[in-house]
């Protein structure tokens, strides 16, 4: 049995995926929620998980709180999903991301130290140094599997949230972002299927992999293309002065939050995926196809 905790863009796919090989798959949310053919779970998961993954091979972290809550409610998740993973012996593999190696100068590889430079930086770096010092210690087996912004059905960024369905309206999006410098776009469905291939790989545990990412695109050049793929007019995207998005924090959240993640938006935030496209044998998705997939979605 395979258990996902987390039913959003990448756990949904996790599900459907093993459901398609013809695995038995546990799905658990706090609202009972998840794909046809699993079976679901109403928990929170943060209060504890041990009882819902006896007998299972595999847990997948696919779930992560608000991003206003980061401080509160991760910690207290991360440490059921290890609780979990020890008593049951099953594999825990976590969706990670890029936050914890800070502003760095070229590509981004696994080998890189963790050095944030942000609050939710600090939080996915002690998340990951919690779940290795078990591995280490022989308590569970764990591994990290980390991508970049996501496109494809369900993502959720600063491009699918402010950008897309303006461009797809043929309106103009604003983004806190310099518009031309070179972006790293991780598909979905690809974090799913590394997360699979890890989980099923026990020369893979006890370190982080990168998804396979095609090569980065900027802001300016994935609008133009969404553009083009949704037969909408020429994209028009302008760049948020810092200080609306501070004013906009002042009300929204999610907005506040994003002042900090500033320095991934301002410059190359560029992920090397080398390891695992050699690993796994993994070859990425086509940008156009995860733009498709978002566009239709936002057509319905």
Not at 68 to 79: D, V
Not at 266 to 290: E, N, Y
Request: net charge neutral; aromatic share 6%; proline share 6%.
């Amino acid at each position: 049995m395979h258990v996902v905790v987390g039913a959003g863009a990448v756990g949904s796919v996790v599900a459907q995926l093993l459901l398609a090989r013809g695995e038995q798959v546990r799905v658990v949310t706090r609202s009972g929620s998840g794909p046809d053919g699993v079976e679901r779970v109403a928990a929170n998961a943060g209060a504890g998980l041990t009882e819902y993954v006896e007998g299972a091979t595999a847990i997948y972290s696919c779930a992560g709180p608000a991003y206003n809550k980061w401080t509160t409610e991760w910690p207290p998740l991360n440490a059921a999903l290890i609780a979990a993973a020890e008593a049951s012996g099953a594999v825990l593999v976590t969706t990670g991301n890029l936050y914890g190696y800070g502003a760095v100068d070229g590509p981004m590889t696994e080998d890189l130290p963790l050095l944030p430079n942000t609050v939710k930086g600090q939080v996915r770096a002690k998340l990951w140094a919690d779940a290795l010092a078990a591995h280490e210690a022989g308590r569970i087996r764990t591994a990290e599997v980390r991508g970049s912004d996501y496109l494809g059905a369900g993502a959720v960024s600063a491009f699918s949230v402010t950008v897309l369905p303006k461009v797809i309206a043929g309106k103009r999006g604003m983004i806190p972002a310099d518009l031309d410098a070179p972006h790293s776009w991780t598909y979905v469905g690809d974090v799913a299927r590394t997360l699979i291939a890890v989980a099923a790989d026990d020369g893979a545990w006890g370190r982080a992999w990168h998804v396979p990412t095609p090569a980065p695109m900027s802001v300016r050049e994935l609008a133009a293309r969404a553009a083009e793929l949704a037969g909408a007019p020429a994209a028009k995207v302008a760049a948020m002065p810092p200080f609306v998005l501070k004013l906009a924090g002042l009300v929204d959240p999610a907005a506040r939050e994003m002042v900090e993640m500033q320095y991934q938006w301002q410059r190359p935030f560029v992920l090397d995926s080398t390891a695992a496209t050699v690993a796994f044998g993994i070859k990425p998705a086509a940008t156009d196809d995860a733009l498709r997939e978002m566009i239709g979605k936002g057509k319905q």
